[in-house]
């Protein structure tokens, strides 16, 4: 699964062509959490809330990109959270 950024111990990933709607995943240590890439909403995982918060402020900096990437399948490195 290719990593698309990484920040604060969080590693985020994404599979091209995976099953809907369109996320990606986190890894947090022995967390994880899949995240819907239009509403933010953690669908899956048991991130703890800070990690969550984090995961959400980035994915609202990057929605477009991250959307982008979705549709085209085409992998490349987002800027991590600062």
Do not use: C
């Amino acid at each position: 699964m290719p990593e698309i950024a990484r920040f604060y111990g969080m590693v985020i990933k994404m599979f091209f062509g995976d099953h809907p709607p369109p996320h990606f995943h986190v890894v947090y240590g022995e967390y994880v959490g899949l995240f819907d890439i239009k509403t933010f909403e953690m669908i899956e995982g048991d991130l703890p809330k800070r990690a969550k918060n984090l995961v959400v402020e980035w994915a609202k900096l990057n929605q477009v990109e991250i959307k982008a990437m979705w549709d085209s399948q085409e992998f490349h490195k987002l800027k991590p959270l600062e």
